[in-house]
T-cell receptor
Framework: DAKTTQPPSMDCAEGRAANLPCNHS???????VYWYRQIHSQGPQYIIH???NNETNEMASLIITEDRKSSTLILPHATLRDTAVYYC????????????FGTGTSLTVIP | NAGVTQTPKFQVLKTGQSMTLQCAQD?????MSWYRQDPGMGLRLIHY???????DQGEVPNGYNVSRSTTEDFPLRLLSAAPSQTSVYFC?????????FGQGTRLTVV
C-alpha cells in the first residue's frame, strides 16, 4: 500500500505557481521523496527527488520539511501541459525501482 | 520513453489463455520492474528485478511470472488470464535517481 497521502484534486490558474502537498507520516530515515507525474494514460514521468534538502531542477522545486513528514512540489509557472496526476512516493534508492504509488493528486491547470 | 520498449500496445485475451508482455531496454540499466494500473488507481508493483538472474515479487504478483535472463529484457508472463487481470501494464527501467516508464500495454481479458 502507498505510504503517502495527497489531496485527490487541485486546480491552478495558468501562469501561477502550483503547490502540491504530500504527507509522509511513515517515511524512514534512508528513504527519499520522489515525485512523478502521469499525463493522460502515458507512463509516469520523473520530476524530482530529494532526501532532506530542498531541491530544484528545470521542471520543479521540492520543499521537504525538517522532520520530513511532509513535502511540497512547486511548479513555478504552471502551463496547460502540466495538467496531470502527480504522485509522491517514499522509496529507497538502492533496491530497484520499488515504488508504491497512491492515487495521487489530479492537477488541472485552468486557462 | 526513449530506451524502454513495450510490446504489444494493445491485446485482447480470452479467459484461460496465456501470453507474454515484452519489455526491452537499451539503457543497460540493472533495475527493471512491472506495474499494473487499474482505472482510477495508481500503479501497483507486480515484480521487479535488480539485475540479470534476480527477480522478486512486488505488491500484486499472483497470476504473473517473470524471468531476467539478460540485462535488456524483462518479460511478464500471464499463465492463465483472468478478467481481473484486465489492466494497463507498465514496464519501468532504472531507479535510484529516476525511473523511465514505457508507454504501456492495454490488456483486456474477456
Amino acid at each position: 500500500d502507498a505510504k503517502t497521502t495527497q489531496p485527490p484534486s487541485m486546480d491552478c490558474a495558468e501562469g501561477r505557481a502550483a503547490n502540491l502537498p504530500c504527507n509522509h507520516s511513515t517515511i524512514s530515515g534512508n528513504e527519499y521523496v520522489y515525485w512523478y507525474r502521469q499525463i493522460h494514460s502515458q507512463g509516469p514521468q520523473y520530476i524530482i527527488h530529494g532526501l532532506k534538502n530542498n531541491e530544484t531542477n528545470e521542471m520543479a522545486s521540492l520543499i521537504i520539511t525538517e522532520d520530513r513528514k511532509s513535502s511540497t512540489l512547486i511548479l513555478p509557472h504552471a502551463t496547460l501541459r502540466d495538467t496531470a496526476v502527480y504522485y509522491c512516493i517514499d522509496a529507497l534508492t538502492n533496491t530497484g525501482n520499488q515504488f508504491y504509488f497512491g492515487t495521487g493528486t489530479s492537477l488541472t491547470v485552468i486557462p | 520513453n526513449a530506451g524502454v520498449t513495450q510490446t504489444p500496445k494493445f491485446q485482447v485475451l480470452k479467459t484461460g489463455q496465456s501470453m507474454t508482455l515484452q519489455c526491452a531496454q537499451d539503457m543497460n540499466h540493472e533495475y527493471m520492474s512491472w506495474y499494473r494500473q487499474d482505472p482510477g488507481m495508481g500503479l501497483r508493483l507486480i515484480h521487479y528485478s535488480v539485475g540479470a538472474g534476480i527477480t522478486d515479487q512486488g505488491e500484486v504478483p499472483n497470476g504473473y511470472n517473470v524471468s531476467r535472463s539478460t540485462t535488456e529484457d524483462f518479460p511478464l508472463r500471464l499463465l492463465s488470464a483472468a478478467p481481473s487481470q484486465t489492466s494497463v501494464y507498465f514496464c519501468a527501467v532504472g531507479g535510484g535517481t529516476e525511473a523511465f516508464f514505457g508507454q504501456g500495454t492495454r490488456l483486456t481479458v474477456v
